[in-house]
């Protein structure tokens, strides 16, 4: 069972938000930057990497119900970004690792994509 | 490793036949804006985007192609452009995140 | 306009549906001469509240309903013939009928549903409210009406999917949206989500309206260049969440049905929007879904969500 303060170890990544959700499990992961994908990707315990930073992708989270979103690239997060995260409990993550690399990474722990929309 | 082999051991269609190059590592992206500002040349481009400027913009980053996950592809206006320039569109019936596991997989394996 | 003038015409576009495609055919009927305490038990049986009555040439003569029955067991009556008790104003839909005379059927009498018969006035089947929804959707999963015809449903009071009523001033939640501000996409949807979060519905069936529902404002914000508003209602075992504006109208309804196909411009692509996944997001997370849209009119969008099925108890 792979939990979220693993993912944290393994991208070395700054916890934003929700820090009460680090022992909870990792079920899958995508990787996006759009957000129709993002809203597409609904599995429990799911967790996104993606590039994007608005507000918007936190209220995108939110209404799809992911486990959490982690921003790569340490990417600037705009703090409205950050306060709506903290205001829902919501699972923020930030590595400074490429959205590429982080995937591999993932992927090597046995972690799996979602097959939604194939 | 070249495109060909990384699209024949990842299961990748080939939907355009570019230039073959060396794959040197992944970007993952859907915002052409990320990719012109941080891609590395040679990388191979892993994007749901699949609308004509993604050609330039592999072009202009000197990248070694672009792999459309979910099995999506473009329209025929797209592959005609990128044969023209030799550029290589693949595709992949996986979602970007496990294409992007897999290609980060092997191109560890062969260094 | 009369509101059967206005259920006509909406009733129009469906003009080619007859009433044998819809009506459900396993219908139970019950011989005149049979006792009534004997049309008690098949009902309790068949869980429904009400039979056709047919004579010795299996011709429809009257109907008897759970009404009549307890009227029966009042008057100590139960072991008397159905002829006494029935009623024989039976109000019937010729399975040749079109939709529109069906729904005439439902406005003007307030029955429940309504048998249907054949040439020799033989029952061939039965048609509820929930027929003409089912039968509607059964024969197309997602509609898009591009004639002339779909001007009398836009705008207009009534269901594209049900024909049922949604008055703008009877929805439970209403969202005015802003698409001046592509920051703001999402914002009713994730409101409504949390509305129906707050009155305990399954996450499930509350996620799947949140994400529909968001394509479908987003829809709004990126492409409509006008007003927009979304509209939720709970009818009994459904949901229903219309989404409508006054904008430019799709242009190519049969291309935008194709996914990743977008008009998105570069810019709003650039903000992750415009994948063309909109349409089959919808279409996805809603059980039924119907777009209607014309040029420099409009577009509404209407999605229907049945809440986990519950089976009431009979007498």
Same mark, same amino acid.
């Not at chain 1, 992708?57 to 690239?73: E, P, Q, S």
């Not at chain 2, 990248?63 to 797209?78: D, M, W």
């Given at each position: 069972?792979?939990?979220?303060?693993?993912?944290?170890?393994?991208?070395?990544?700054?916890?934003?938000?929700?820090?009460?959700?680090?022992?909870?499990?990792?079920?899958?992961?995508?990787?996006?930057?759009?957000?129709?994908?993002?809203?597409?990707?609904? =599995?429990?315990?799911?967790?996104?990497?993606?590039?994007?930073?608005?507000? =918007?992708?936190?209220?995108?989270?939110?209404?799809?119900?992911?486990?959490?979103?982690?921003?790569?690239?340490?990417?600037?997060?705009?703090?409205?970004?950050?306060?709506?995260?903290?205001?829902?409990?919501?699972?923020?993550?930030?590595?400074?690792?490429?959205?590429?690399?982080?995937?591999?990474?993932?992927?090597?722990?046995?972690?799996?994509?979602?097959?939604?929309?194939? | 490793?070249?495109?060909?082999?990384?699209?024949?051991?990842?299961?990748?269609?080939?939907?355009?036949?570019?230039?073959?190059?060396?794959?040197?590592?992944?970007?993952?992206?859907?915002?052409?804006?990320?990719?012109?500002?941080?891609?590395?040349?040679?990388?191979?481009?892993?994007?749901?985007?699949?609308?004509?400027?993604?050609?330039?913009?592999?072009?202009?980053?000197?990248?070694?192609?672009?792999?459309?996950?979910?099995?999506?592809?473009?329209?025929?206006?797209?592959?005609?452009?990128?044969?023209?320039?030799?550029?290589?569109?693949?595709?992949?019936?996986?979602?970007?995140?496990?294409?992007?596991?897999?290609?980060?997989?092997?191109?560890?394996?062969?260094? | 306009?009369?509101?059967?003038?206005? $259920?006509?015409?909406?009733?129009?576009?469906?003009?080619?549906?007859?009433?044998?495609?819809?009506?459900?055919?396993?219908?139970?009927?019950?011989?005149?001469?049979?006792?009534?305490?004997?049309?008690?038990?098949?009902?309790?049986?068949?869980?429904?509240?009400?039979?056709?009555?047919?004579?010795?040439?299996?011709?429809?003569?009257?109907?008897?309903?759970?009404?009549?029955?307890?009227? %029966?067991?009042?008057?100590?009556?139960?072991?008397?013939?159905?002829?006494?008790?029935?009623?024989?104003?039976?109000?019937?839909?010729?399975?040749?009928?079109?939709?529109?005379?069906?729904?005439?059927?439902?406005?003007?009498?307030?029955?429940?549903?309504?048998?249907?018969?054949?040439?020799?006035?033989?029952?061939?089947?039965?048609?509820?409210?929930?027929?003409?929804?089912?039968?509607?959707?059964?024969?197309?999963?997602?509609?898009?009406?591009?004639?002339?015809?779909?001007?009398?449903?836009?705008?207009?009071?009534?269901?594209?999917?049900?024909?049922?009523?949604?008055?703008?001033?009877?929805?439970?939640?209403?969202?005015?949206?802003?698409?001046?501000?592509?920051?703001?996409?999402?914002?009713? %949807?994730?409101?409504?989500?949390?509305?129906?979060?707050?009155?305990?519905?399954?996450?499930?069936?509350?996620?799947?309206?949140?994400?529909?529902?968001?394509?479908?404002?987003?829809?709004?914000?990126?492409?409509?260049?006008?007003?927009?508003?979304?509209?939720?209602?709970?009818?009994?075992?459904?949901?229903?969440?219309?989404?409508?504006?006054?904008?430019?109208?799709?242009?190519?309804?049969?291309?935008?049905?194709?996914?990743?196909?977008?008009?998105?411009?570069?810019?709003?692509?650039?903000?992750?929007?415009?994948?063309?996944?909109?349409? %089959?997001?919808?279409?996805?997370?809603?059980?039924?879904?119907?777009?209607?849209?014309?040029?420099?009119?409009?577009?509404?969008?209407?999605?229907?969500?049945?809440?986990?099925?519950?089976?009431?108890? $009979?007498?």
């Amino acid at each position: 069972m792979i939990k979220v303060r693993d993912i944290v170890a393994l991208l070395e990544a700054e916890v934003l938000s929700g820090e009460s959700k680090l022992d909870e499990e990792v079920k899958s992961v995508g990787a996006s930057d759009m957000i129709s994908d993002i809203l597409a990707l609904t =599995q429990p315990g799911m967790m996104v990497l993606t590039g994007y930073t608005y507000p =918007q992708v936190i209220r995108t989270a939110l209404v799809t119900d992911l486990l959490g979103l982690i921003v790569v690239r340490g990417k600037n997060i705009a703090p409205e970004t950050i306060a709506y995260a903290r205001e829902n409990n919501f699972l923020l993550l930030r590595t400074r690792s490429y959205l590429y690399s982080s995937c591999g990474k993932i992927y090597a722990t046995g972690l799996r994509g979602s097959d939604v929309g194939k | 490793m070249l495109v060909k082999e990384v699209a024949d051991k990842l299961d990748l269609k080939i939907l355009a036949a570019g230039v073959d190059q060396e794959v040197t590592s992944g970007y993952v992206s859907d915002l052409l804006s990320d990719v012109i500002a941080n891609a590395e040349e040679g990388c191979l481009w892993i994007t749901v985007q699949r609308h004509l400027n993604i050609v330039a913009v592999a072009q202009l980053k000197k990248l070694a192609g672009i792999v459309l996950s979910r099995g999506s592809e473009p329209e025929a206006a797209v592959l005609a452009r990128a044969g023209q320039e030799g550029l290589f569109i693949l595709s992949g019936a996986e979602d970007s995140f496990t294409i992007a596991g897999k290609l980060y997989a092997l191109i560890s394996a062969s260094k | 306009m009369s509101e059967n003038n206005k $259920l006509a015409r909406y009733a129009a576009i469906f003009e080619d549906i007859k009433a044998g495609e819809i009506m459900s055919s396993n219908v139970v009927e019950i011989s005149a001469d049979k006792k009534i305490a004997h049309a008690k038990e098949l009902m309790k049986i068949k869980k429904i509240s009400g039979m056709p009555v047919v004579d010795e040439k299996k011709q429809l003569i009257g109907i008897i309903s759970i009404e009549d029955i307890i009227h %029966a067991f009042e008057f100590n009556k139960i072991n008397d013939p159905i002829h006494r008790i029935m009623s024989t104003q039976v109000v019937t839909i010729h399975k040749d009928d079109s939709l529109a005379d069906v729904v005439d059927k439902f406005e003007n009498y307030k029955y429940g549903r309504f048998p249907v018969v054949d040439d020799d006035k033989r029952v061939c089947g039965i048609i509820s409210k929930e027929d003409i929804l089912h039968g509607i959707l059964e024969k197309f999963n997602l509609i898009y009406i591009h004639d002339q015809k779909r001007t009398s449903t836009l705008n207009t009071e009534y269901s594209a999917i049900t024909g049922e009523k949604l008055k703008v001033e009877e929805a439970e939640f209403h969202y005015q949206i802003d698409s001046s501000d592509i920051d703001a996409a999402g914002t009713g %949807a994730a409101m409504l989500k949390q509305f129906l979060t707050g009155k305990n519905f399954h996450s499930d069936i509350v996620r799947r309206v949140g994400v529909a529902t968001y394509e479908a404002e987003t829809n709004v914000v990126i492409h409509s260049r006008g007003q927009g508003d979304i509209y939720f209602y709970q009818h009994e075992d459904r949901f229903i969440v219309r989404v409508v504006d006054n904008g430019i109208g799709i242009e190519d309804l049969d291309k935008a049905m194709k996914e990743g196909y977008s008009t998105a411009p570069d810019y709003i692509r650039e903000r992750g929007f415009g994948a063309g996944m909109g349409i %089959a997001n919808m279409k996805r997370f809603a059980d039924k879904l119907v777009i209607i849209s014309e040029k420099k009119v409009g577009t509404q969008v209407e999605m229907i969500f049945y809440l986990p099925t519950q089976t009431w108890p $009979l007498i």
